[in-house]
C-alpha cells in the first residue's frame, strides 16, 4: 500500500520557470492538502482540497494554484516560481473532515535560483 | 488569526530519560489534537491522537495529555530511544469547519543521546 506519492522528490528551478507537483494518494481519501514546510515555522497550509472537483485557499495560497480533477489526485502549480518559494512542500490527505488524522508524503524538495 | 504554539523548540535527553513537549492553542472550538514525528528525510508521520472528549490516552512509551480550559496539551515520552530522536510537530483541529484542517506548532527536535 504505497499511501500518498509525491513527484518529484527534488527540483531545481530558475526563477519565473514554472512547474508543477503532483500529489497521488491510494487510500480513497475525499479530503486532500498541500502544506510548505519552512526552518522554525512548522507547516503552512497552501490550498486544500474537500472532494474531487474542490478547491480552496490555505493560510499561504499566493503565488500558487491547485487542481483536483480525479479524487486521488491533486496537483500544485507555481506559475511563475520565485526564490521565496524555496521550500519542502508536503501533500497529505485523510477520509473525513471530522477528527481524523492526515497522511503525509515524503515531500518534495524545490529550489528556485 | 487561531495559532498553536509549541516548547521547547530543541531538547536534548539521556537515552532512558523521560521527554516532554508541550503545546498551547487559541481556537476554544479545536477539537482533535494529532502528534507527529518526523524524521530526517521523510514526510511526518503519526504517532498518537488525542480528542477532546479524553484527557489522556497512552500508547506504550508514548502518552499525550489535554487541558481544554487551559487550551494545552502535551506529549510524554519515558524511557527515551535513540531512535525516537526526531522532529516532533504537535497540531490542533482548526475550528468546527469540518474541513479537517490542522494548525501546526513549529516544531521540536529531539535528541536521545546514547
Known amino acids: 500500500n504505497a499511501g500518498v506519492t509525491q513527484t518529484p522528490k527534488f527540483r531545481v528551478l530558475k526563477t519565473g520557470q514554472s512547474m508543477t507537483l503532483l500529489c497521488a494518494q491510494d487510500m480513497n481519501h475525499e479530503y486532500m492538502y498541500w502544506y510548505r514546510q519552512d526552518p522554525g515555522m512548522g507547516l503552512r497550509l497552501i490550498h486544500y482540497?474537500?472532494?474531487?472537483?474542490?478547491?480552496a485557499k490555505g493560510e499561504v495560497p499566493d503565488g500558487y494554484n491547485v487542481s483536483r480533477l480525479k479524487k486521488q489526485n491533486f496537483l500544485l502549480g507555481l506559475e511563475s516560481a520565485a526564490p521565496s518559494q524555496t521550500s519542502v512542500y508536503f501533500c497529505?490527505?485523510?477520509?473525513?473532515?471530522?477528527?481524523?488524522?492526515?497522511?503525509f508524503g515524503d515531500g518534495t524538495r524545490l529550489s528556485i535560483l | 488569526g487561531e495559532n498553536v504554539e509549541q516548547h521547547p523548540s530543541t531538547l536534548s535527553v539521556q537515552e532512558g530519560d523521560s521527554a516532554v513537549i508541550k503545546c498551547t492553542y487559541s481556537d476554544s472550538a479545536s477539537n482533535y489534537f494529532p502528534w507527529y514525528k518526523q524524521e530526517l528525510g521523510k514526510g511526518p508521520q503519526l504517532i498518537i491522537d488525542?480528542?477532546?472528549?479524553?484527557g489522556e490516552k497512552k500508547d506504550q512509551r508514548i502518552a499525550v495529555t489535554l487541558n481544554k480550559t487551559a487550551k494545552h496539551f502535551s506529549l510524554h515520552i519515558t524511557e527515551t530511544q535513540p531512535e525516537d530522536s526526531a522532529v516532533y510537530f504537535c497540531?490542533?483541529?482548526?475550528?468546527?469547519?469540518?474541513?479537517?484542517?490542522?494548525?501546526f506548532g513549529q516544531g521540536t527536535t529531539l535528541q536521545v543521546k546514547p
Open positions: 482540497s474537500v472532494g474531487e472537483g474542490t478547491t
Open positions: 488525542i480528542r477532546s472528549n479524553v
Open positions: 497540531a490542533a483541529s482548526k475550528g468546527s469547519s469540518n474541513t479537517g484542517k490542522l494548525i
Open positions: 497529505a490527505s485523510t477520509n473525513s473532515g471530522e477528527r481524523q488524522p492526515q497522511h
